[in-house]
């Protein structure tokens, strides 16, 4: 489970926490597609910088198209122990080999200029650079050690929270416990569902893959 989940020491560089970007309601700019979540929570608007992160945004845009996300969860709320509003949530596909899409190369910061600030939304990844797939977070507070920098490559940050940060502020805030390791006491204890993913502008490109966790097996009525 760990390998690809955000570590613990990420958290201890998340700082004070600012304000997040009102949506445009006039449209989003060149290179921006926005895509909505709808969520057991209420929605959220994400803006995905498609010219600086393009690979990352790819990916994302290929889980979103595919339905991937649909039905899944918000599972863990990583909250500062001195100050508790602050910190990440995570959601995705788990370890559901069902959704999975091939791996993609790491963009990492350096490359696409894309910080880890407030309302920041970046790929989960494991141990290597090249293990994020369909797991995300969104942070609440910058959170500068997510950044590359010498000898650590960091995570793939590759847009932004426009709308519905409310709703992230009250998914971290959800009672969690469990987990194990870096995830200890933060997986949130009653689900948070993503209901549906939906990009709003340009086209639906859908991978054509096998969407296998439709697929809905018989009982044996042999027995």
Known sequence: MRHWMIGLMAVAALATAGSAQKPNRAGPKPGIVRVRF?????P?????????????????????????FDGTDFYRASRQKWSPKLGFI????RTDARRILPPFPLETTAMTGIKHLDATISMARGMTPASAGGNFFITI?????????????GYAAFGHVVGGMNVVKRILAKPTGGGMD?????MILKRVTLVSARRLDGVAKPTGLPRAWLIKTRPDRTK
């Open 182 to 186: 870096a995830f200890k006491d933060q």
């Open 141 to 153: 507070g910058p959170a500068p050690a997510m950044d590359a920098r010498a000898g650590y490559p």
């Open 38 to 42: 709808v969520t057991s929570e209420g």
């Open 90 to 93: 995570q959601g995705g596909i």
């Open 44 to 68: 959220i608007l994400l803006a995905l910088d498609t010219r600086h992160a393009p690979k990352t945004t790819a990916n994302f845009l290929a889980y979103v198209d595919d339905g991937r």
